[in-house]
């Protein structure tokens, strides 16, 4: 088993708030004295493409939307378009607080998720893969909607090297599931000059941290990625939607 299998689960705060393009230029000058720009941004951002699956019943957005204290989301995640890291993760949540596990995946194993063929996940050496492997049997996870959603970060800060407390200020996009086609069209998530801004840290966030975070304007939100971008689609498979449609042709 690997070693990294084993390490303690750490949760950490997550807050995001939704602000303007015009308070992420002051926050961002705000938070320059501060704090250090991720390394990986380069030319001040990056982009996150990430691949979100659910089960039969649509639990992660059911149990989002339902309030349940303790839940769990599946998704594939790239950064810059790029094959050369590919991860699984499960992002467990517990009220405001998170805790994120990943383990490798190579770009052949990617397609033979979307195909249906997980038995390779079985044989895995981690066990985030063997656990999948189950979830996609026994609840028969696959991907919501047939969509992924792009994340382009607009500012991502530091205030450690260790990542203890890290903001990012990202726009969100909804794309097809080819995560790997850099030419993919997007349709916008949020309304126009808006984007959201999340503040993770663990443990206590310093107070002059906290002090620049809230421009007046900034409106602090629950909401979630995943839960957004679904409500985008949702006409694509929901109950809802079928049933509207059956009203509207008996009538």
Same mark, same amino acid.
């Given at each position: 088993?690997?070693? =990294?299998?084993?390490?303690?689960?750490?949760?950490?705060?997550?807050?995001?708030?939704?602000?303007? /393009?015009?308070?992420?230029?002051?926050?961002?000058?705000?938070?320059?004295?501060?704090?250090?720009?991720?390394?990986?941004?380069?030319?001040?951002?990056?982009?996150?493409?990430?691949?979100?699956?659910?089960?039969?019943?649509?639990?992660?957005?059911?149990?989002?939307?339902?309030?349940?204290?303790?839940?769990?989301?599946?998704?594939?995640?790239?950064?810059? &378009?790029?094959?050369?890291?590919?991860? +699984?993760? @499960?992002?467990?949540?517990?009220?405001?607080?998170? &805790?994120? *596990?990943?383990?490798?995946?190579?770009?052949?194993? #990617?397609?033979?998720?979307?195909?249906?063929? &997980?038995?390779?996940? +079985?044989?895995?050496? &981690?066990?985030?893969?063997?656990?999948?492997?189950?979830?996609?049997?026994?609840?028969?996870?696959? /991907?919501?909607?047939?969509?992924?959603?792009?994340?382009?970060?607009?500012?991502?800060?530091?205030?450690? @090297?260790?990542?203890?407390? +890290?903001?990012?200020?990202?726009?969100?996009?909804?794309?097809?599931?080819?995560?790997?086609?850099?030419?993919?069209? =997007?349709?916008?998530?949020?309304?126009?000059?808006?984007?959201?801004? *999340?503040?993770?840290?663990?443990?206590?966030?310093?107070?002059? #941290? @906290?002090?620049?975070?809230?421009?007046?304007?900034?409106?602090? /939100?629950? #909401?979630?990625?995943?839960?957004?971008?679904?409500?985008?689609?949702?006409?694509?498979?929901?109950?809802?939607?079928?049933?509207? /449609?059956?009203? @509207?042709?008996?009538?």
């Amino acid at each position: 088993m690997k070693k =990294a299998d084993r390490k303690k689960e750490h949760f950490r705060n997550e807050w995001k708030y939704l602000i303007s /393009t015009s308070e992420k230029e002051v926050l961002n000058l705000r938070m320059k004295p501060l704090m250090k720009l991720d390394p990986h941004a380069e030319n001040g951002g990056y982009l996150i493409r990430s691949l979100y699956f659910d089960d039969y019943w649509n639990s992660a957005y059911e149990e989002k939307e339902s309030g349940v204290l303790m839940r769990k989301k599946y998704r594939i995640r790239i950064y810059n &378009y790029s094959a050369e890291s590919i991860k +699984l993760e @499960r992002k467990k949540k517990f009220g405001s607080y998170i &805790y994120k *596990e990943d383990a490798p995946l190579t770009k052949d194993e #990617v397609q033979k998720i979307l195909s249906g063929e &997980y038995e390779f996940l +079985l044989k895995s050496p &981690y066990n985030l893969c063997r656990e999948f492997y189950i979830e996609c049997m026994s609840n028969m996870m696959r /991907t919501e909607n047939n969509r992924s959603i792009m994340r382009e970060n607009h500012g991502s800060w530091m205030k450690e @090297r260790s990542g203890s407390h +890290l903001i990012q200020m990202s726009e969100l996009l909804l794309e097809a599931m080819y995560i790997f086609d850099s030419t993919l069209p =997007a349709l916008s998530v949020l309304e126009p000059g808006k984007l959201i801004m *999340e503040v993770k840290f663990t443990e206590m966030l310093p107070q002059i #941290v @906290r002090d620049i975070l809230q421009p007046h304007a900034a409106e602090f /939100t629950a #909401v979630s990625k995943y839960v957004l971008c679904y409500e985008k689609t949702r006409y694509m498979n929901g109950f809802e939607y079928w049933y509207e /449609t059956q009203e @509207r042709e008996i009538l």
